[in-house]
Every structure is written in C-alpha cells, then in structure tokens.
C-alpha cells in the first residue's frame, strides 16, 4: 500500500512558476513509476507528464519545453516544476504511483493549481 500526498499548488499569475511535490509512503519508492495528471472543471483527468523508475521522462504535448518532472528516490518524492504557467493549465494536479511489475496503481487527493491572467 501506498499513500500519496501532493503540495505545492496555489494561484499565481500567468508567466510564473510552481513546484509540486508528491511525498510517498513506504520503503518501495523506487520500484513505482510516478506520473502527474491534471483535471481541468468538466474535462477528463489526462496525462501531465510521467518518470519511470529509471528516472526517463515523458510529457504531454502541452507541457512539454514548460514542465519538469523529477523523482529523489532517497526522499521518496516526485516533483513537477511548472514554468511559464497559462491559464489553461489551471486544474487540480494528481501524483499517480504504478508498480513497476505488478502494476498497483496508487493516487493521490491532487492539489490545485489555479494561473491567472
């Protein structure tokens, strides 16, 4: 089991910067592929960006050049560095954590993240 906590998020101004952090509980951290999605008011939650445990990333097309995903297996957190922010990236922002073999699949309660413009 694994329990999923997200921070970080708030309002800020177009053209700015968050960090999220997602803080993971247990000792397997580093077998679970991490990902952040995001659900925008009466849209579908879809894919922000993911990291695999060999800390390869892969991004949405929309986020891409902007966003950075991270992971520091030793504190057992994944990060997504938000740059250049745009009001249609405003959504609630979930961490996704998938074993890397038996494919448990782990979310977290999001966090929002509201850009102004």
């Known amino acids: 089991q694994v329990q999923l906590v997200e921070s970080g998020g708030g309002l800020v101004q177009a053209g700015g910067s968050l960090r999220l952090s997602c803080a993971a509980s247990?000792?397997?951290?580093?077998?679970?592929?991490m990902g952040w999605y995001r659900q925008a008011p009466g849209k579908e939650r879809e894919l922000v960006a993911t990291?695999?445990?060999?800390?390869?990333?892969n991004y949405a097309e929309s986020v891409k050049g902007r966003f950075t995903i991270s992971r520091d297996n030793a504190k057992s957190t994944a990060y997504l560095q938000m740059n250049t922010l745009k009001p249609e990236d405003t959504a609630v922002y979930y961490c996704?954590?998938?074993?890397?073999?038996?494919?448990?699949?782990?979310w977290g309660q999001g966090t929002q993240v509201t850009v102004s413009s």
């Open positions: 996704n954590a998938v074993h890397s073999w038996s494919g448990s699949t782990y």
């Open positions: 247990g000792r397997t951290f580093s077998s679970y592929a």
């Open positions: 990291i695999t445990t060999g800390s390869s990333p």
